[in-house]
T-cell receptor, first 110, second 114 residues
Framework: DAKTTQPPSMDCAEGRAANLPCNHSTISGNEYVYWYRQIHSQGPQYIIHGLKNNETNEMASLIITEDRKSSTLILPHATLRDTAVYYCIVRVAVLEEVRFGAGTRLTVKP | DSGVTQTPKHLITATGQRVTLRCSPRSGDLSVYWYQQSLDQGLQFLIQYYNGEERAKGNILERFSAQQFPDLHSELNLSSLELGDSALYFC?????????????FGPGTRLTVL
């Protein structure tokens, strides 16, 4: 029961912003949107999460639409080290496992 | 560095054998999760422990078991190993700050069954 839909792959030029979309049309009111990434067989890395407001941290920005049915992860200045699989996940906040989908494979090119 | 440690990094063994994977959570984290990542299955949740008690089960085989000890470290035991058990095994930990929890993943153990 996939809760999110992401494009399988995207390319981005180094130094440009990478905008990764995610659809979550069946999201419930108590579910948060989380983003993780996995760089080549390393452990998944937490990036950011949000409920309904836009969020920003040192890694990225998260833009959630007003109806909460979709979101976009923005890496403002992508580098080669940002090449990874990015996972968009919706989950109830507390003590629930992370159900990973297929994610988006982002390739940052020089 | 997430603060979650896993040992060993690599493990090579034969079919039919039994292995134990170890995870030390971040300091203060009470919850531990185990995930399996194989080439054709992606990241799959196996099992969760919270403060020593099993809390949730996912796609964990009966040949696999886990426990969380009083010092909060966790072990995943895999027995009667098959070729298909070859995979990356990740441990994650989290703490509940009241409203949300964020999971932090370890570097993983790569298991190869020959």
């Amino acid at each position: 029961d996939a809760k999110t839909t992401q494009p399988p792959s995207m390319d981005c030029a180094e130094g440009r912003a990478a905008n990764l979309p995610c659809n979550h049309s069946t999201i419930s009111g108590n579910e948060y949107v989380y983003w993780y990434r996995q760089i080549h067989s390393q452990g998944p890395q937490y990036i950011i999460h949000g409920l309904k407001n836009n969020e920003t941290n040192e890694m990225a920005s998260l833009i959630i639409t007003e109806d909460r049915k979709s979101s976009t992860l923005i890496l403002p200045h992508a580098t080669l080290r940002d090449t990874a699989v990015y996972y968009c996940i919706v989950r109830v906040a507390v003590l629930e496992e992370v159900r990973f989908g297929a994610g988006t494979r982002l390739t940052v090119k020089p | 560095d997430s603060g979650v440690t896993q040992t060993p990094k690599h493990l090579i063994t034969a079919t039919g054998q039994r292995v134990t994977l170890r995870c030390s959570p971040r300091s203060g984290d009470l919850s531990v999760y185990w995930y399996q990542q194989s080439l054709d299955q992606g990241l799959q949740f196996l099992i969760q422990y919270y403060n020593g008690e099993e809390r949730a089960k996912g796609n964990i085989l009966e040949r696999f078991s886990a426990q969380q000890f009083p010092d909060l470290h966790s072990e995943l035991n895999l027995s009667s190993l098959e070729l298909g058990d070859s995979a990356l095994y990740f441990c994650a930990s989290s703490s509940w700050g009241g409203v949300i929890d964020t999971q932090y993943f370890g570097p993983g153990t790569r298991l190869t069954v020959l």
